[in-house]
């Protein structure tokens, strides 16, 4: 077997005086193809017995199970360890065979352990094992160890549960194809168990706490390690993969995360790396007593870079059915959503942008902003209304109607629309998702592309708002088929003012490909 199954028999979960060759045999029976030893002898004698009954029994063949076993860097040489645990085993070969960062104490010692798995990847050239994985590996660690060897680890196995999900890791595991097997799914079960979010979605979902932990644990995308004592096997064995949680529900999970670790290694400090350290909460960092007998101390949290995507397509906008689940991010398809328009490109655009996104499947409201007709230059104009009176009652509806994390402020306009929707998504629930469709060439070159938010004040313009980064900002050259001559040279006049003064290509560049566009 090549690859990791999604569920697995963990021996070091528990306490390995109740392992049993029938325990191991039923888990078998029930269908776990996945097994991770300990480094404890009589354990890995206890397993292979089990494995080369049902073997015998014609209930599996070796082919059919991954079998992991761990390496203690303290030991002399792997190859003899290697060879030891598979004969106690009765195996040929181990799909996989994991080491940790620190001896046998706990001592970190990761010059060593990179050591001991490069001596490791010859047993993978003789054939004693199949991959390499690793076991309580850091981000930093993990990086380190991939410069340093020629064989990437398969796996990483770490502590993870709901209040323990190690975003980063998991990320930059997922990414190199690193498969996360967590231990410990229900960390201190009684604290996760009892946390009111959890306990909503089951009821929600009709399904019980326990198994809407070990859901979030599999929809995830980490492997599942569990053990006899803490539930029935089957109750694992009967889990699936695709889960039967919905994104919405799935997001409100992720949220739950407090960096909460329950399971420690006597003398090792679980590195936390300056990626762990954004967790949900920021965690606290040592404090000083200076000379003056003074505590000091300060409260960071990473900052997040202000990035935005910009897709520039001729009839993006006739083709919102198709192309709806890509201008709105993935973890806003289950939320409701808000579709901003002022009242003039509401009479153009307003209905047919909705019914686009409905048509893709997405819950999305409307919400008309006054606009007038007829401004002191003969032209239709926003401008008068993009004020804090206006902000607030799309603020009230918004959030009359419903709201979540995991909503989008959708703008449907031109510069006004645009700074008026950055604003409301960065204040409700603190930030939220914000896509931008623009509508005019001021848009288009500047206030969409921008990161400025804001709204008019009675005592000057743009004196209420924040930098807040668009997710998406999509623009149609076709909609500047229907602007009039005066926004039409407005937007020109920009482009030209970003050419004299030299700033922003990227702006340029936009400003270039859509006119050429239309």
């Known amino acids: 077997m090549n690859q990791i199954p999604s569920i697995g028999f963990s021996q070091a979960s528990f306490d390995t005086r109740d392992v049993t060759v029938d325990t191991i045999q039923d888990a078998i029976k029930q269908g776990c193809r996945l097994f991770v030893c300990s480094q404890a002898h009589a354990d890995q004698v206890t397993i292979g017995t089990a494995i080369q009954k049902c073997i015998s029994d014609g209930i599996i063949e070796r082919d059919d199970l991954c079998i992991i076993n761990k390496l203690s860097i303290s030991t002399p040489n792997a190859k003899a360890s290697c060879e030891k645990s598979l004969k106690a085993m009765g195996l040929d070969y181990f799909n996989v065979v994991m080491i940790a960062p620190y001896r046998d104490g706990g001592e970190p010692d990761l010059d060593l352990a990179i050591e001991v798995y490069q001596d490791m990847e010859k047993l993978v050239t003789s054939?004693?094992?199949?991959?390499?994985?690793v076991l309580n590996f850091s981000t930093s660690q993990l990086s380190e160890l991939l410069d340093r060897s020629d064989l990437h680890p398969v796996v990483n196995e770490v502590e993870r549960h709901l209040f323990l999900q190690q975003p980063r890791l998991f990320d930059y595991c997922k990414q190199r194809d690193i498969k996360i097997l967590g231990f410990a799914p229900f960390g201190d079960s009684k604290e996760i168990f009892e946390s009111s979010e959890v306990q909503e979605i089951a009821q929600e979902t009709g399904h019980s706490v326990e198994h809407v932990i070990l859901a979030w644990t599999l929809q995830s995308g980490s492997t599942l390690l569990f053990n006899e004592n803490s539930q029935s096997l089957q109750t694992f064995l009967e889990m699936d993969d695709k889960g039967f949680l919905s994104r919405e529900q799935m997001n409100r999970l992720y949220a739950v995360d407090r960096g909460n670790r329950y399971v420690t290694v006597d003398n090792y400090d679980f590195p936390d790396d300056n990626i762990d350290l954004s967790l949900t909460q920021p965690k606290a960092t040592k404090g000083i007593v200076d000379?003056?007998?003074?505590?000091?101390?300060?409260?960071?949290?990473?900052?997040?870079?202000?990035?935005?995507?910009?897709?520039?397509?001729?009839?993006?906008?006739?083709?919102?059915?198709?192309?709806?689940?890509?201008?709105?991010?993935?973890?806003?398809?289950?939320?409701?959503?808000?579709?901003?328009?002022?009242?003039?490109?509401?009479?153009?655009?307003?209905?047919?942008?909705?019914?686009?996104?409905?048509?893709?499947?997405?819950?999305?409201?409307?919400?008309?902003?006054?606009?007038?007709?007829?401004?002191?230059?003969?032209?239709?104009?926003?401008?008068?209304?993009?004020?804090?009176?206006?902000?607030?009652?799309?603020?009230?509806?918004?959030?009359?109607?419903?709201?979540?994390?995991?909503?989008?402020?959708?703008?449907?306009?031109?510069?006004?629309?645009?700074?008026?929707?950055?604003?409301?998504?960065?204040?409700?629930?603190?930030?939220?998702?914000?896509?931008?469709?623009?509508?005019?060439?001021?848009?288009?070159?500047?206030?969409?592309?921008?990161?400025?938010?804001?709204?008019?004040?009675?005592?000057?313009?743009?004196?209420?708002?924040?930098?807040?980064?668009?997710?998406?900002?999509?623009?149609?050259?076709?909609?500047?088929?229907?602007?009039?001559?005066?926004?039409?040279?407005?937007?020109?006049?920009?482009?030209?003012?970003?050419?004299?003064?030299?700033?922003?290509?990227?702006?340029?560049?936009?400003?270039?490909?859509?006119?050429?566009?239309?």
């Open 127 to 133: 054939g004693l094992i199949k991959q390499l994985g």
């Open 291 to 518: 000379d003056d007998d003074v505590y000091r101390n300060q409260f960071a949290r990473p900052g997040k870079p202000l990035k935005s995507n910009i897709i520039i397509e001729s009839g993006a906008l006739r083709n919102l059915k198709t192309r709806g689940l890509e201008i709105v991010p993935e973890h806003c398809h289950e939320a409701t959503n808000y579709l901003i328009v002022d009242s003039i490109v509401n009479e153009e655009y307003g209905d047919k942008v909705l019914q686009g996104f409905l048509d893709a499947g997405l819950d999305v409201v409307k919400i008309v902003t006054p606009a007038d007709a007829v401004d002191e230059s003969g032209n239709p104009s926003a401008e008068r209304h993009k004020t804090l009176a206006v902000f607030s009652n799309c603020v009230n509806k918004i959030l009359d109607s419903g709201i979540s994390k995991n909503s989008a402020i959708i703008s449907l306009g031109g510069g006004v629309v645009n700074n008026l929707c950055g604003f409301l998504a960065s204040s409700l629930y603190r930030g939220i998702t914000l896509v931008h469709i623009t509508t005019s060439m001021m848009g288009m070159t500047d206030a969409a592309i921008d990161f400025k938010q804001a709204v008019n004040h009675q005592l000057g313009k743009n004196l209420l708002g924040s930098y807040y980064p668009a997710t998406n900002i999509i623009i149609d050259p076709e909609v500047l088929e229907t602007l009039s001559k005066r926004h039409i040279l407005n937007g020109i006049a920009e482009g030209m003012l970003i050419i004299a003064t030299g700033h922003s290509g990227n702006k340029l560049e936009i400003y270039l490909t859509a006119s050429f566009a239309a």
